[in-house]
């Protein structure tokens, strides 16, 4: 009996740009992340226009080497690592003035807020909208 080949597809460029892209706009988002201020694996993933890739905000953390790794958090502020890496997550975000809940990061005040909101979005499409009717 002859065995099949299963052959995966080629991905093609135009994927793999979108992917790199992606990554580039997740990177760029980590990178902007003060001194002093967290944010979260999923808000990450949300700016830099990929919602729901919390896990590859993760992944790209463990790639990229150079990235301030420690500001990145749970949701709520939970370090989610475990270990003597959740110990030097905790202790870099302390050093920084990072103030803590009980386990978890005081969200309510060291939260980073990414530009591009709703609001920002809700102004830019009115922008928009008063170009296009003054045309």
């Known amino acids: 009996m002859k065995r099949q080949s299963r052959s995966k ?71 989610k690592l475990g270990g003597e890496n959740g110990a030097e997550q905790r202790f870099r975000l302390r050093m920084e003035g990072v103030s803590f809940r009980g386990a978890r990061v005081d969200m309510k005040r060291h939260e980073f807020r990414f530009a591009g909101g709703k609001a920002a979005r809700r102004s830019a499409f009115a922008s928009r909208v008063v170009f296009l009717m003054s045309s």
């Open 9 to 79: 597809p080629v991905p093609s460029k135009s994927g793999s740009n979108a992917l790199e892209s992606k990554r580039r706009r997740v990177v760029r988002c980590i990178r902007t992340l003060p001194a002093g201020t967290v944010s979260s694996y999923g808000a990450i993933a949300k700016a830099a226009g990929w919602p729901g890739a919390a896990r590859q905000v993760v992944r790209i953390l463990r790639q990229v080497p150079g990235l301030p790794w420690h500001r990145v958090v749970g949701s709520g502020g939970a370090i």
